[in-house]
């Protein structure tokens, strides 16, 4: 069997897929991965045994710009290359994780009449999905929402795919990289790539107090970190590999709420505070995303426009506190086998037999 797979703008579009791929290789399926010619999605499967095609990509926008109609010209001579590349590759399934760099590939795999399946990571489907909807013959849903106006396809509700490094980590492993000693809490505070620096603000802010508490672990994005003079405080720009073993020794994890994120922290059951971006930075799905969690009681949230050191540390404090209420609730959380699920969905297209009975 072969397969396309496709997604790309940031990290969300690309790192979920590759426990897919995983699972399909191991069950002897070929695959290649279409990206965008000069983005990052090649360097975020380095290490994976997967052929990288680039193609031209324009950004999808929401709101007017210029730029609209010079990237439409882009999105256009993505479409041409993405035909010509699965004529050459013939698969006989494609994949897209979403992200604007996958449209045109869904289009010309509709034109070329190759089955796609797609997966929605958040609660309101992103434009690129919404735009792909009446080509899709299969669209998987990380949250249980209602079918989609325009979709054609099936849809199956299969959770998100969380990558096993994460499901494994080490907690000993974790402090000690943090070095936090073992009878003191664990908080990890991570930001994400959009939006980290106004959560970085309010974190350095709330520091003194925090350490007061806890051991204060500060993941701030690439070129973001800074260091303070403060014991119980250890700042880091990114961390790959080993982010499992933090996730591990993490007691209570403060974060935004992208639903790749937030679906990882619900499967290790660690408490959280979710900071999401407010609408005027994002088209509102981080707010749709916490608003799910919080009302299943999953998540404490608190809103951009209330963010400051004085609430960031109260809420952290009473994250602490009630720790062990906020255990007990995650563990009512029931993940599902999204990795076997898409993996039956992307196979039965190219004959592959079931990994499971996902029904």
């Excluded at 009449?113 to 990571?121: F, N, Q, Y």
């Excluded at 993490?250 to 290790?268: C, I, M, Y």
């Amino acid at each position: 069997m072969k397969a396309v797979f496709t997604g790309g703008g940031s990290a969300g579009h690309v790192l979920p897929a590759v426990p897919v791929m995983r699972a399909l290789r191991a069950r002897g399926a070929e695959i290649a991965y279409i990206g965008q010619a000069s983005g990052a999605e090649a360097d975020y499967l380095a290490g994976e045994d997967v052929a990288y095609y680039g193609i031209a990509s324009g950004k999808l926008r929401r709101y007017f710009s210029w730029r609209n109609a010079t990237d439409a010209f882009s999105v256009l001579r993505g479409l041409w290359q993405s035909l010509r590349l699965l004529g050459r590759l013939r698969p006989q399934v494609i994949f897209s994780k979403g992200g604007f760099v996958s449209f045109p590939v869904v289009l010309a795999g509709w034109l070329r009449r190759i089955p796609v399946v797609a997966h929605e990571s958040d609660f309101s489907p992103g434009l690129a999905n919404r735009l792909a909807m009446p080509f899709l013959s299969v669209l998987g849903t990380s949250f249980p929402i209602e079918r989609p106006r325009w979709l054609r396809g099936e849809l199956i509700h299969c959770g998100s795919p969380v990558r096993p490094e994460l499901l494994n980590g080490d907690p000993a492993l974790g402090r000690e990289r943090a070095g936090a000693s073992a009878d003191v809490p664990l908080v990890l505070v991570t930001g994400g790539s959009l939006g980290a620096e106004s959560l970085n603000a309010v974190v350095r802010q709330a520091a003194p107090q925090l350490v007061q508490q806890c051991h204060l672990v500060h993941v701030c994005g690439p070129g973001k970190a800074k260091s303070l003079d403060l014991p119980g405080y250890r700042a880091f720009e990114f961390v790959a590999e080993g982010w499992g073993d933090l996730l591990a020794a993490a007691d209570a994890v403060v974060s935004r709420a992208g639903a790749n994120a937030l679906f990882e922290l619900l499967a290790l059951g660690k408490p959280n505070l979710l900071v999401p971006l407010a609408k005027t930075a994002s088209r509102g799905d981080q707010l749709e995303n916490a608003a799910y969690a919080e009302r299943a009681g999953y998540s404490l949230v608190l809103f951009e426009e209330e963010l400051d050191a004085r609430r960031l540390t109260e809420a952290v404090q009473d994250l602490l506190a009630e720790r062990g209420r906020w255990t007990d609730r995650l563990a009512g959380f029931q993940s599902l086998p999204t990795v076997d699920i898409l993996a039956d969905a992307i196979g039965r297209f190219g004959g592959l037999s079931p990994f499971r009975s996902s029904r």
